[in-house]
C-alpha cells in the first residue's frame, strides 16, 4: 500500500465490481450462461472510456499541458490508450500528435549491454535523451523538427524526411516504457508534462481466497499477441517473461508515483476472451520444457472461466490490441 494512487484506483474499480455485481470468476461465467455478455462488455467498456474522457478533461483543466506522457509495463495497453486519448482531445479542440520513443533509440553500437552481454533496450541509456530533448524544445518554440524513424534490422537511425511543427492546439503524446522518468525529458518544464501511468489491475477473484496476480492478465495478453503478431510460442514468450519483469522493477514500477494520473486498463471480461486464443497455444508447451510448469499454472487459471468468443469485442477495445481485428490502426 506504499503507492496510494494505485491503491485507490484498484479501491474504485473494486467497489465499481460489487455495484455491477461482478466481482468473481464464478459471477462472470454466471453472466456468460445467461446470455448477458454483451450488456456487461458494453458496461465494462463504456467505465474505461469514461476514466480515460476523465483524463481528456484533467489535460484541458491544467491549461498549459504540452506533452502527454503514457508509461507502464510489458502488454498493458498503452498503444490503444494513446489512440483513445487522442481521439478524446480531439473532441474537446485538441490536435494530437504521436512521437514515438522508440524511434529514439541509439545506434547499435552505442546501445548498452546487460549482465549477460546481452544489447538492454529496456534502460534509459539505450535512448537518445539528448536528441529527444532538443526536438521536444524546438517543437515547443514552435520550430519545425525532422522525425526520426529507427531500422531495427540495421540498428540505425534514419531520417525519411517527415518533418513536424507545433501548431497552436496542438498537443504531443509520447508513450513508452520511461516516460515518467523525468530524465528521460530534463529540459521540458514540468509544467508542461502531463503523465499517465497504466496498470492492468484486474479486480476479479477466482474465488473467495485466491485473487488473479495482475501480472498474470498482462503475461496471457502478451501470449497472445506474441502469437497473433509476432510468430512466437508460448514457451518462448513465458521464457522471456522474467527479464521482462526485471525490466519493469528497475524502470518502471519505481515511477509510477511521479503520475499526474493512474488508468486501469484491464477489461473484467477479457480473460474469457483471450482463453480462447491462450489454450491451445499453452496446451503445446510439451512436459520436457522448462515452461512447462508455468504453462500448466496458467491452464488451471483459465479454466476457471467460460469462454466469451471474439465476436463480442468491440473494434475499439483495448483487447483488440491483444487478438487483433482492431479498428485501430497500429
Known amino acids: 500500500n506504499d503507492i496510494p494512487q494505485l491503491f485507490n484506483v484498484y479501491e474504485r474499480y473494486k467497489n465499481w465490481g460489487k455495484q455491477i455485481g461482478v466481482t468473481s470468476a464464478c459471477d462472470l461465467n454466471e453472466l456468460i450462461q445467461n446470455r448477458k455478455t454483451r ?13 480515460i474522457t476523465d483524463i481528456a478533461d484533467m489535460i484541458h483543466n491544467r491549461g498549459n ?13 498503452k498503444t490503444t490508450t494513446s489512440k483513445k486519448l487522442s481521439l478524446q482531445l480531439r473532441a474537446i479542440g485538441y490536435k494530437p500528435k504521436v512521437i514515438e520513443l522508440d524511434t529514439y533509440y541509439v545506434e547499435r553500437q552505442n546501445t548498452p549491454r546487460d549482465a549477460n552481454g546481452e544489447y538492454d533496450y529496456e534502460c534509459l541509456e539505450a535512448l537518445d535523451v539528448k536528441q529527444l530533448n532538443q526536438d521536444l524544445t524546438d517543437l515547443f518554440q514552435r520550430k ?28 504531443l503524446i509520447l508513450e513508452g516504457i520511461h516516460g515518467l522518468n523525468d530524465k528521460l525529458t530534463p529540459l521540458v518544464p514540468a509544467e508542461y508534462k502531463f503523465k499517465i501511468y497504466l496498470s492492468a489491475l484486474t479486480q476479479l477473484n477466482l474465488d473467495d481466497l485466491n485473487r488473479i496476480p495482475t501480472s498474470d492478465n498482462r503475461l ?16 518462448e514468450t ?22 499526474d494520473v493512474m488508468l486501469n486498463t484491464a477489461l473484467d471480461y477479457e480473460i ?13 508447451v510439451n512436459p520436457t520444457q522448462k515452461e512447462y510448469a508455468e504453462a500448466s499454472r496458467l491452464l488451471r487459471l483459465l479454466n476457471h472461466f467460460s469462454p466469451i468468443p471474439a465476436s463480442n469485442v468491440p473494434g475499439r477495445s483495448i483487447i483488440r490490441e491483444f487478438i487483433g481485428g482492431s479498428e485501430f490502426k497500429y
Open 39 to 51: 450488456d456487461f462488455i458494453d458496461i465494462v467498456e463504456t467505465f474505461q472510456q469514461k476514466c
Open 238 to 259: 513465458i521464457s522471456m517473461w522474467n527479464s521482462v519483469r526485471r525490466g519493469e522493477r528497475l524502470h518502471i514500477f519505481p515511477f509510477q508515483n511521479n503520475a
Open 220 to 235: 496471457i495478453r502478451r501470449i497472445v499477441r506474441d502469437s497473433q503478431f509476432r510468430g512466437k510460442s508460448a514457451a
Open 65 to 77: 499541458v504540452k506533452v502527454v506522457l503514457i508509461a507502464g509495463p510489458s502488454s498493458s495497453g
Open 272 to 284: 474469457p476472451v483471450l482463453k480462447v486464443y491462450a489454450e491451445p497455444l499453452l496446451r503445446c
Open 144 to 171: 519545425e523538427i525532422k522525425v526520426p524513424s529507427y531500422d531495427f534490422t540495421e540498428g540505425k537511425r534514419i531520417y525519411t524526411g517527415k518533418t513536424m511543427i507545433l501548431e497552436e492546439k496542438d498537443i
